[in-house]
């Protein structure tokens, strides 16, 4: 079953704006990640946010975490073309496996 | 340090034919997961493994798929008897420990004919 949803589902903006994509999860979780994926290629991974942090930076980055609501989000400031792409969240299960479960991607694209 | 190594990148198959994926997970990683992804959708999670062993399998189909990761070697999911609806991408996760980061490989495509 998915885990995370994001919203929305696609985005398109102009280079240079800022990009907010948001990610709702149902259980509770040890961490939450973010991947990204260009067409056809595997996923990378961009940044992991614990559970017990509440904001983390990575360049043109930033990612929240909000426990209580189940939430997270993904800011990518000054956009640029090559940021087009797909952008998962992914959360692990408290007390589970540890596998990663993925949501089903936000598509992003970004116009020069 | 090569990354995580999928192969075959492309493998065609036709219907009730065997299909073999292998994943070489990165050098001093002992935990590998495999999921599929169908277009314009995300991972689905199928099997997570540490060497010689089966940790979560619950994104396993009960019939035909089958996966493992022995001592020596590469990581395997093997479909036997394909049908149509197993044509997707097929990727390749490792880690060196849990609850860390995800190193993925490029994927198989699977083409069932």
């Known amino acids: 079953s998915q885990q995370g949803e994001e919203d929305p589902q696609a985005l398109s903006i102009q280079e240079g704006e800022n990009a907010t994509m948001n990610c709702s999860y149902k259980t509770s979780i040890n961490n939450l990640q973010w991947y990204r994926q260009n067409s056809g290629r595997g996923l990378v991974h961009l940044i992991l946010i614990r559970s017990n942090e509440r904001e983390k930076h990575s360049g043109r980055l930033r990612v929240t975490l909000d426990t209580s609501k189940k939430s997270s989000s993904l800011l990518i400031t000054a956009s640029r073309a090559a940021d087009t792409a797909s952008y998962f969240c992914a959360t692990d299960t408290q007390g589970g496996s540890e596998k990663l479960v993925f949501g089903k991607g936000m598509k992003l694209t970004v116009n020069p | 340090n090569a990354g995580v190594m999928q192969n075959p990148r492309h493998l065609v198959r036709r219907r009730g034919q065997e299909a073999r994926l292998r994943c070489s997970p990165m050098?001093?990683?002992?935990?590998v997961y495999w999921y599929r992804q169908l277009p314009e959708e995300g991972l689905k999670f199928m099997v997570y493994l540490q060497k010689e062993n089966i940790i979560d399998e619950s994104g396993m189909p009960k019939e035909r798929f089958s996966a493992e990761f022995p001592k020596e070697g590469p990581s395997i999911l093997r479909i036997q008897q394909v049908v149509r609806g197993d044509s997707a991408a097929y990727f390749c996760?490792?880690?060196?420990?849990?609850?860390?980061?995800?190193?993925f490989g490029s994927g198989t495509q699977l083409s069932v004919l």
């Open positions: 996760a490792s880690s060196p420990q849990e609850g860390e980061k995800l190193f």
């Open positions: 050098k001093g990683h002992s935990h």
